[in-house]
């Protein structure tokens, strides 16, 4: 099994690089690229996010090649208008990844002529973010033109996942440069996220960064949320940031309290923690992971049964389903190759050693087949009909894939890096593996 998920992502790599590159996605119906993140030219970002991911599956050579592609063809002085948060998480966060492994030769995965170039890249990009974060409460716009700065008609709108998971890859390029600027202004987006939480101790998902009004107060570890709750926990355990912790514990609580209708999440609202709606949001499913890394492991196995009963009732998990009508919400039904649910399931497995987890990566498995197009793998229209869609995010090679092989490496010998190499890893949001 682990074998031929090593199969599948060295496949769609090679036609990414063969009908895409330099491109930003594989289009895996039509074997075309698309350019997905504001660059008329394309910043390579699936080679970027799948950087550490030959690695994690032992790929030496194609890690090399990668790497020399990025430093021979990426750039970012351009004028494109980008995702900050997408563009962290994916290419920041990828860059800064490969970069480790490349410098060091202890990984095993050192290159020989490699002299940093991938830092001077991440630190460019880093540089080209700051302007973002000019703001009345240091919460940055959610997007940021990389020549050019904040553009004129930009949106004060951003979301808490947006401003709030910065911090390992803001943190860690500035332990690597030096530079504390963007530790500082990642730092301070967090703390002023959480400034702004309700007497209940919630946050809602979307805030104006000017004014620091909630325009939408539905709490929830969903979309919109999901990772800020992920990088205050995991900033403790990279950096040793104890308030960081504290906030995370307080933030939790709160979550655990009020948004929690066992086994399963929903949207409550954040003054009041009222029931707002039932829905399980797919994003959500990273929730039980994170529960595991937390040392909260009961919890976790009862919530990564519920969402993994929808898994199994679709095949997939639709974006939207509603936990009291049991079904999915229509409109709501796409699945786009996501990697959470595989994600807890990877992280409970290491924490438990449960065979059933296994059983789960099977069917993960199974179903990751039937998205198989002539060039790669497709996103689900609609899991009721299983119409499939001309597109393949980045994410796909970078976490959907990664996870599932450490779930099936680690029945079997351990020996990839990160359950077998020199340091402890911890993962971004975006799967890309940080030394501890």
């Known amino acids: 099994l682990r074998d031929e998920v090593k199969e599948m992502f060295t496949d769609t790599l090679e ?154 890859e803001f943190g860690t390029l500035s332990a690597l440069t030096g530079d504390p600027r963007f530790r500082r202004v990642a730092e301070a987006a967090l703390e002023a996220l959480w400034d702004h939480r309700s007497d209940i101790g919630l946050v809602g998902a979307h805030i104006d960064i000017e004014t620091g009004q909630w325009t939408q107060a539905e709490a929830s570890v969903g979309a919109g949320i999901d990772s800020f709750y992920e990088y205050m926990l995991k900033s403790y355990i990279l950096f040793g940031n104890e308030r960081h912790l504290e906030i995370f514990e307080e933030a939790y609580a709160a979550v655990e309290a009020h948004v929690r209708l066992a086994p399963w999440y929903v949207e409550a609202g954040m003054m009041t923690g009222q029931l707002i709606s039932s829905r399980y949001d797919s994003l959500m499913s990273f929730w039980p992971g994170l529960q595991a890394l937390y040392g909260d492991i009961e919890t976790a196995t009862t919530t990564h049964d519920a969402f993994f009963q929808v898994w199994k009732h679709y095949g997939f998990t639709p974006e939207g389903f509603d936990v009291r009508t049991g079904a999915a919400i229509p409109g709501q039904k796409p699945y786009p190759l996501r990697p959470e649910l595989i994600e807890s399931t990877y992280l409970l497995y290491k924490a438990t050693g449960d065979v059933t987890y296994i059983a789960c990566g099977r069917d993960f498995l199974a179903s990751l087949r039937l998205l198989k197009t002539n060039c790669g793998y497709a996103h689900m229209a609609d899991v009721s009909t299983q119409k499939l869609v001309d597109k393949m995010e980045s994410f796909f090679l970078s976490e959907t894939l990664k996870y599932l092989y450490l779930l099936f490496d680690a029945a079997l010998d351990r020996e990839n890096i990160v359950d077998g190499g020199p340091y402890p890893y911890l993962f971004t949001t975006e799967a890309h593996i940080l030394p501890l």
């Open 15 to 168: 036609s990414y690089n063969v009908h895409a590159y330099p491109a930003d996605e594989l289009k895996p119906m039509s074997c075309e690229g698309v350019n997905t993140f504001g660059s008329e030219s394309g910043f390579a970002v699936t080679l970027i996010d799948a950087l550490d991911a030959m690695v994690v599956m032992g790929n030496k050579t194609a890690f090399e090649r990668g790497v020399r592609a990025v430093i021979d063809n990426t750039r970012f002085d351009v004028d494109a208008h980008v995702s900050l948060f997408e563009m962290n998480i994916r290419v920041l966060g990828g860059l800064l990844s490969a970069h480790l492994l490349a410098s060091d030769e202890a990984t095993g995965f050192g290159i020989e002529w490699y002299e940093d170039e991938l830092l001077e890249l991440a630190n460019d990009l880093g540089e080209a973010f700051l302007p973002a974060f000019e703001t009345k409460t240091g919460i940055p716009y959610g997007a940021v033109n990389l020549k050019y700065g904040v553009e004129v008609n930009e949106t004060t709108i951003t979301s808490t996942a947006a401003g709030g998971s910065l911090i390992l």
